[in-house]
T-cell receptor, first 114, second 116 residues
């Protein structure tokens, strides 16, 4: 079974500052890793995913994440945030085979202020 | 590409009535769809996995007789909340996986259900 931990429930940051949202996972098998963003009253939008290959993954809206197998982490980063990045961010994992369900973390609310 | 359409986006119903939520994959075929429930300021809780042409697989603690799932075609899954009560009020989100697009899960825009 897999589990995902997002230690920070809320991260306040000023506009144009860098940000890192932390994600750690636990799994006895290899996994695929995902970051999703959710705006109020909307579904989830995929920011980026790690399946294999390069451990540094670039996504949409200037976000990137780095897979660290030894630390079982997949932290999300952005060098300069905008007000519009204010949203809920979810880290998720899934086994690499079959139609397996996504296991989500509890989410991190990113609050960007001017 | 990989668009999932979910309707309605919001619905208000009276206690005791049933509500149907539709989830459609618009540009791909989805043999498997997932239904989630999300409480305010919380993460997504998987309710069930919907399989085309067969019975859904429900997560532990989810009442299958209350949350009826039908996946009659490769592009449509429906969730029916039967005899709805105020405690069923929540945000319901569906998801589908497009195998052809490199293991991407696409989510619908969600349905806000309010039972009064």
């Amino acid at each position: 079974a897999q589990s995902v931990t997002q230690l920070d429930s809320q991260v306040p940051v000023f506009e144009e500052a860098p940000v890192e949202l932390r994600c750690n996972y636990s799994s006895s098998v290899s996994v695929y890793l995902f970051w999703y963003v959710q705006y109020p009253n909307q579904g989830l939008q995929l920011l980026l995913k790690y399946l294999s290959g390069s451990t540094l993954v670039k996504g949409i809206n200037g976000f990137e994440a780095e897979f660290n197998k030894s630390q079982t982490s997949f932290h999300l980063r952005k060098p300069s945030v905008h007000i519009s990045d204010t949203a809920e961010y979810f880290c998720a994992v899934s086994p690499p085979t079959g139609f397996q369900k996504l296991v989500f973390g509890t989410g991190t609310r990113l609050l960007v202020s001017p | 590409g990989a668009v999932v359409s979910q309707h309605p986006s919001w619905v208000i119903c009276k206690s005791g009535t049933s509500v149907k939520i539709e989830c459609r994959s618009l540009d791909f075929q989805a043999t498997t769809m997932f239904w989630y429930r999300q409480f305010p300021k919380q993460s997504l809780m998987l309710m069930a996995t919907s399989n085309e042409g067969s019975k859904a697989t429900y997560e532990q603690g989810v009442e299958k007789d209350k949350f009826l799932i039908n996946h009659a075609s490769l592009t449509l899954s429906t969730l029916t909340v039967t005899s709805a009560h105020p405690e069923d009020s929540s945000f319901y989100i569906c998801s589908a996986r497009d195998e052809g697009r490199n293991y991407g899960y696409t989510f619908g825009s969600g349905t806000r259900l309010t039972v009064v």
